[in-house]
């Protein structure tokens, strides 16, 4: 497992963009990814991205507003939020998958051997 640590939650206003980080004590990893979570919902896939490759793969409620990108150099992985809407709102939470089977399934929860503690998103309208 590796250790993730996320930051840049907070309040922000319908409309505005908010960058969201998760800084990892592990450099080879099988890919990385970030999830939310909604009151009442369960916890849903944004994207990840297989390391190995650079191929990200983006949930479709969130694709063309939201990107993906790391930092090999800083262990950093970066969640763009643009456009941003109350139906955002949710906890946000970066994970990593550290066993590369070369299968990847990356919208699952089962994919993932390590999650960070996360970050609450609020956005109001």
């Known amino acids: 497992q590796v250790h993730l640590v996320e930051s840049g939650g907070g309040l922000a206003q319908a409309g505005d963009s908010l960058t969201l980080s998760c800084v990892g004590t592990?450099?080879?990893?099988?890919?990385a990814g970030w999830f939310r979570q909604a009151p009442g919902k369960e916890r849903e896939c944004l994207g990840a991205v297989i390391w190995r490759t650079g191929q990200i793969y983006y949930a479709d409620s969130v694709k063309g507003r939201f990107a993906i990108f790391r930092d090999n150099a800083e262990n950093t992985l970066l969640l763009q939020m643009n456009t941003l809407k109350s139906g955002d709102t949710a906890v946000y939470y970066c994970t990593a998958a550290t066993h590369d089977s070369g299968v990847y399934s990356l919208n699952s929860v089962n994919q993932y051997d390590s999650w960070g503690q996360g970050t609450h998103v609020t956005v109001s309208s």
């Open positions: 592990e450099r080879s990893l099988a890919a």
